[in-house]
Each structure stands twice: as C-alpha cells, then as structure tokens.
C-alpha cells in the first residue's frame, strides 16, 4: 500500500482491507459450514452458517459506505482510486457468496433425513474442495495484490464447470433410474448449481485484482467447461430463477 501525506488516507484504505479480509473469512466459513452441513445433514450447522451471513452483509455495506466517504473526500486517483473500486465491488462478490452458502445450509434442513447416495456425497465433496481452495487463493491475492495468482484464479475457474457438468448428469440418471430420488436429486442439484456460481463470483474478484493490481484487464477468452445446457437446454435457467426467488424470501 503506498504512503500518502495525509496519515489519515492510508488508514481509510488499510480499514477498507480489513474489512474485506473479514468478509473474506466470514464467506468462507460460511461456506465450508454449509458443505459440511449438507454432508452431515446436520440441521443445527445448517443454521449456524444461515445466522453468520447477516454478519457478511453488515460488513458489505461498511465497505461500501467507506468506500464511496473516501471517493467524497480523498478525490483518489489512479492506483488508489482502483484499489477503492475493487474493494466496493469486491464487497458485493463476497456478500453474494454468501448468500448462495446461505442457500446450501437452507437445502440441508430439507434434506435433514435423506440419505444421499456415497458416489453424489463424493463427487459434491469434490466440487466443494474445489470452490474452498479458490476462494481461499482468491483473498490471498487481493491482500497481496498478486496479478499472476489472481490470474490463475481466473483460468481455472473451468475445473468447478466441469465438476457441476459430471455432478449434473449423475444426478439426471439417478432421477432417470429412480424416480423416488427426484426430491433428493433436486435439492442436491440446487446445491450444485449454487457452488458453480460462487465459481462465477469467485473468478469476478479475480478479474477486478488483477485490474487493480496492473491496471489491465483480463479479456482473453476465460474458458468454461459448463455444457449443461446442451445437455438440457432451458434447464439452467430454470435454476437461476429458483435460487432468485429464494434470495427475494430471506
């Protein structure tokens, strides 16, 4: 972080880091919270992470408020003008995270006594993993400004595409086989579908770091390995509408 001749800029912006860095936290804890959760099927976890994402959205609109005081009366430029706009949207990313970790833990009260079959509780725990260790290398390189992290960050985003493709079709062909499992298959299907977009969030972050990092944004081709709806068309969408309505009752 650069030093300025007014003490009191430098401190505005280290409060703005800090509060990104909890929220960061808060998100993944929430998070790794909800997946456990829903692996347990453990109801009261379930609440617990439901009851930490009213903390991640206090935070979101302190950072906001801080942002848009500092832009008032600091008039930043350049760098820190870019280090001002990452942290407000940084801030809207992380809060969205945690409101779709919040939409997992929601599902396992559902789901308290079903049982879902080892192969769907493997392959969900994988994509999991995978999201967790994004978002974690993702918040590292906000706190180190790390363009080259955040950049991989972004490419990679395709391994938790293509998790959500495989976990996609095996839960069509055991609704397919079994229709007594289309509830199941449903709640774990939306489950999915919710760690896939914190993928998307997750890779959003990564693009504003590396343009706050060097001033360049990443327009190359950011390749994605979701063909979910060429095996389904429509079916997508009829996801993204669900977990919008979900959002618009809490």
């Avoid at 909800?34 to 609109?61: C, G, H, T, V, W």
């Avoid at 918040?139 to 395709?158: F, G, I, P, S, T």
């Amino acid at each position: 972080m650069p030093n300025h001749i007014l003490k009191a800029f430098d401190e505005d912006l280290a409060r703005l880091d800090e509060k990104i860095a909890r929220m960061g936290a808060l998100a993944l804890k929430t998070l790794k919270q909800s997946l456990k959760a829903l692996r347990k099927r453990d109801p009261e976890l379930a609440e617990k992470a439901i009851e930490r994402d009213r903390e991640i959205d206090r935070l979101r609109a302190e950072v906001e408020d801080g942002a848009v005081a500092i832009i008032a009366r600091r008039q930043p430029m350049a760098n820190d003008l870019r280090q001002v706009v990452t942290a407000f949207k940084t801030a809207g990313e992380l809060e969205r995270i945690g409101d779709l970790s919040k939409n997992i833990a929601r599902r396992v009260i559902t789901l308290a006594q079903e049982k879902p079959p080892k192969p769907l509780k493997k392959n969900l725990k994988r994509m999991g993993k995978l999201v967790i260790a994004q978002l974690m290398e993702v918040m590292d390189a906000y706190a180190n400004r790390d363009a080259a992290k955040a950049r991989a960050v972004w490419l990679r985003d395709e391994e938790v595409d293509e998790a959500y493709s495989s976990l996609f079709r095996e839960l069509l062909t055991y609704m397919m086989e079994d229709p007594r499992t289309i509830g199941l298959c449903t709640h774990l299907l939306f489950g999915a579908r919710n760690l896939e977009r914190i993928g998307d969030h997750i890779t959003n972050i990564a693009e504003n770091i590396h343009y706050m990092a060097t001033g360049e944004r990443l327009d190359e081709h950011r390749p994605k390995g979701d063909d979910t709806s060429y095996i389904l068309p429509g079916y997508d969408d009829i996801l993204d509408d669900e977990e919008d309505e979900d959002d618009e009752e809490l």
